[in-house]
């Protein structure tokens, strides 16, 4: 299964993808998440990306390209992916056909998660995620049980996104808009594209995706044992 969720930012992509990851046994290759690791290891591609990050505008096509090129090949990506927050623009998007048929492969789905612009900055500003398992919180929606204490792993430290402020979240959304935005229509053309309704509840989210799939035909669980 060769998935990728689009959306605009908050939109719930990476709490879906989390879901779906277990049942099919395919990873979440998530460009962000890649990107936050780069900046905190202060390698020469973090320490370029940090500043346009903070800024929200789009890191380089050829960095993300060649950072994506180099994850699909490995072990983990034998059943599929799914790629969350990439692509993001045009270019990207035609790199990544390059880029699955030269393997003879090609995305299987793409999921739009539709979300109002006024909901996205309340949802995104307030949230933040364990250090220690990585579970997301929010400020108003999702509190823990006990203040300041993790649910899963009752660690006490938690992080926040340098870029998760109102005035960056409105220039991601513009980004979302002018670049994003057009790959819709682009899959649509393609009749791969399937919307969901990302201000559902988010189990419901979830069961629109699950229908919206197609039935994976053999996952791999790695051990020599077939899951399906
Ligand atoms: P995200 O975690 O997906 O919201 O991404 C956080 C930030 O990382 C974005 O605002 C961009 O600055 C950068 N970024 C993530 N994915 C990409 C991509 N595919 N192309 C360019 N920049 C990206």
Redesign the pocket.
């Known amino acids: 299964m060769k998935l990728l969720l689009l959306g605009p930012?908050g939109a719930g992509k990476g709490t879906q993808a989390h879901r779906l990851m277990a049942r099919y046994a395919i990873p979440q290759l998530?460009?962000?998440?890649m990107?936050r690791k780069e900046v905190a290891d202060g390698s020469d591609l973090g320490r370029t990306a940090c500043e346009?990050?903070e800024r929200?505008?789009?890191?380089g096509d050829d960095l993300?390209v060649d950072m994506i090129a180099g994850r699909i090949d490995q072990q983990d990506c034998r059943n599929g992916f799914i790629l969350d927050?990439?692509?993001?623009s045009p270019a990207?998007a035609e790199a990544l056909d390059t880029m699955l048929s030269t393997r003879s492969s090609a995305l299987d789905r793409v999921i739009e998660i539709g979300v109002d612009d006024d909901i996205l900055v309340g949802r995104i500003t307030g949230r933040f995620t364990c250090r220690a398992c990585g579970a997301g919180y929010h400020d108003v929606f999702r509190k823990p049980a006990e203040s300041g204490v993790c649910d899963f792993c009752g660690s006490r430290g938690f992080d926040r996104r340098a870029?998760d402020n109102e005035e960056t979240v409105r220039s991601?959304l513009a980004v979302y808009h002018r670049q994003t935005a057009p790959l819709l229509p682009y899959y649509a053309s393609r009749g791969i594209l399937v919307t969901v309704d990302g201000m559902a509840a988010i189990d419901v989210v979830t069961e629109q995706i699950l229908a919206a799939l197609p039935a994976p035909s053999r996952i791999d669980s790695g051990d020599g044992r077939l899951l399906q």
């Open positions: 930012p998530a460009t962000g998440d990107l346009i990050m929200g505008d789009l890191v993300i927050g990439f692509p993001r990207q870029d991601r």
